[in-house]
């Protein structure tokens, strides 16, 4: 191709910056003040996004120019009312409440009457937080106006004052500028790819949303996150409309479920760790009271994703997702318990991030709330032992069922108890010669984290200990704290290999019987014995909520409970919606016995 030909093809790439020239500038100093006031966190680098704005504005310029000249006008007219509205509202939504745009957010939105928006706005035009944001962005509008209004003018100048040489240079380094900036946020733009290709919701939370950098990408992903929940929800409310119980016999009063979160079973005591990490529960399975099941396994590593597979009668080995079945508080509600939900994470509230939305969205919707509880605390607690306090304010019944949803071992791990409760240090792992002090203290943080989480089953046990009362602890998932693999925390996008399956879904899992419950129900007790060390994934729970009330429900499949004779410890336990847990393992038992040899 000749020299000259080349440089058409140059200038011809670089004109929809040299038509749109004041869109693009203005568009862009727009959309890095909004990063700048708000400074969003992302494992991005920011250089990326501000790249990957070039490479955006670059298409929506080209948009408009191949857009006949009379609608343009119109059409960048709109662009112009889109993108400010967006900075703006989400500037001062970040102002006044320190929140940026996510699906609860745009939910509160659109679930706003007219009324309420009109005193929203009034209440709030009385206040700094509005009229700071508008001072950075209304000067910017006037400026851009302007711009806009003249731009045939600033047009001739430009062209009258840059030299040839300039000009030429400018119409080549464009293109090659925008192609660096595309290559560069590739993997941005595969993470949004991802996302507006997923079928569920499951899916979409796995797809990075820090990919969505603007307020305007934000306000797209939310909603098509909701739209996605909207489907979910009404199969689900189909569902629950339609719960059949053939009796109850109501055979344990109080039926508490303890949902932890982020815990190790490896580094618990009564599991065969070394360090007294959990000294109640060993009194009380000394006691006998408390029983200690030793094969149990999630089938998620994300507590969103575990949450709706646990409640859901529907379990991960059979055809179909957790939508297919019902919500397990909604059963035991509608054959004859008062139902509370007392939790520090998806508690109703703006603040909730993708993953916490992802994880509550079905049990805040107003229809499925109604049919699933009787109570539900309004705030938060700083400390697991605060919030047990809140079960005092439930309206107890005959018959209770409470779902008891603390933030256990979750990080950031030092977080979860407070000064007086560290009793672990980084010099209580001298063996652990591979690690610095500074991770030394991370295991020591959890293990205290560990510790306090021990309490707070013990006091739990406690809050019953006269009633006919059954608890039963489990957490959501594990977590990585140095043992097979040097890390910590979850790895989310990782195939799922033994190490992993080791340290994050092999899960504990314990019920305590109350004095009188262990007399009363001495065949559900011994039952319990018997089952311990039986294989069993935590997504058939619901069956066995089910067969301590004495459900009798078209729902209830006694090969799912693990306490019936008949219970199927068989069955596949399905991690991630893919891998085969116990053929995983088997596999690994192999390759380490042949290494020891």
């Known amino acids: 191709m000749k020299p000259y ?95 940026m745009f996510g699906p609860i957010t745009i939910q509160l939105v659109m679930e706003t009457t007219p009324g309420e928006t009109s005193e929203f706005l009034a209440s709030y035009l009385k206040g700094w937080a509005l009229w700071k944001i508008l001072l950075v962005y209304v000067p910017m509008i006037a400026v851009n106006a302007m711009a806009e209004t003249f731009k045939k003018r600033i047009t001739a100048f430009l062209s009258g004052a840059m030299p040839e040489v300039l000009k030429t240079a400018s119409n080549i380094a464009i293109p090659i500028i925008v192609v660096a900036c595309f290559i560069c946020s590739g993997g941005e733009k595969i993470q949004m790819i991802k996302f507006f290709t997923s079928h569920d919701t499951d899916e979409a939370e796995h797809a990075d949303n820090h990919a969505f950098h603007t307020p305007f990408y934000r306000i797209v992903f939310s909603t098509k996150f909701l739209s996605l929940s909207s489907q979910e929800l009404e199969r689900m409310r189909e569902n629950m409309r339609n719960i059949k119980i053939d009796s109850c ?115 805040n919707d107003k229809e499925i709330e109604r049919k699933c509880f009787d109570y539900r605390n309004k705030y938060r607690k700083a400390y697991d032992l605060q919030l047990i306090k809140e079960i005092n304010k439930f309206p107890c019944g005959d018959y209770n069922f409470i779902i008891f949803h603390g933030m256990g071992q979750h990080q950031e791990y030092n977080k979860r108890f407070g000064k007086s409760d560290v009793r672990f240090t980084a010099g209580n792992y001298p063996s652990h010669h591979d690690l610095t002090v500074y991770e030394k203290q991370i295991i020591a943080d959890y293990d205290n984290a560990t510790l306090y989480n021990d309490r707070v089953v013990k006091q739990l046990c406690e809050r019953f200990k006269n009633d006919d009362a059954v608890v039963i602890y489990l957490p959501d998932h594990g977590e990585e704290v140095f043992d097979r693999i040097h890390s910590y925390g979850r790895d989310h996008n990782a195939d799922v290999s033994a190490d992993i399956a080791f340290s994050e879904f092999e899960v504990p899992f314990e019920i305590w019987f109350s004095p009188r419950a262990k007399k009363e129900h001495s065949d559900i007790y011994n039952a319990a014995r018997k089952a311990a060390d039986k294989a069993f994934s935590t997504d058939d729970l619901p069956h066995l909520l089910m067969g301590i009330a004495g459900i009798s429900s078209p729902l209830y499949d006694a090969r799912r409970d693990l306490l019936n004779p008949t219970f199927n410890d068989s069955r596949k336990r399905i991690l991630k919606r893919s891998v085969d847990y116990d053929s995983l393992m088997t596999v690994d038992r192999k390759l380490r016995k042949t290494w020891r040899k």
């Open 5 to 99: 030909n080349i440089y058409k093809a140059f200038r011809c790439l670089a004109t929809p910056l040299r038509k749109e020239y004041v869109f693009f500038v203005f568009m862009y100093i727009a959309f890095v003040a909004a990063r700048i006031l708000e400074s969003p966190t992302s494992h991005t680098p920011t250089y990326v996004f501000y790249l990957e704005n070039i490479a955006d504005l670059y298409l929506v310029c080209a948009l408009l120019c191949v857009i006949p000249q009379k609608a343009r006008r119109w059409i960048r007219a709109i662009m112009y009312i889109v993108g400010y509205t967006a900075v703006i509202a989400e500037g001062f939504v970040h102002e006044r409440f320190h929140l």
């Open 249 to 363: 016999k109501h055979t344990v009063k109080n039926i508490i479920l303890y949902i932890g979160e982020s815990y190790n079973k490896h580094h618990s005591q009564v599991y065969g760790y070394e360090l007294e990490t959990t000294p109640n529960q060993k009194a009380m399975a000394d006691e006998g009271n408390l029983i200690v099941f030793k094969d149990a396994v999630t089938p998620w590593n994300v507590t969103s994703n575990v949450f709706k597979d646990v409640l859901s009668t529907h379990s991960t080995d059979q055809k179909g997702s957790w939508i297919d079945g019902v919500l397990i508080p909604g059963v035991l509600k509608k054959a004859g318990y008062k139902v509370a939900f007392i939790t520090s994470q998806f508690y109703k509230s703006p603040n909730l991030g993708v993953v916490d939305f992802n994880g509550s969205f079905f049990l």
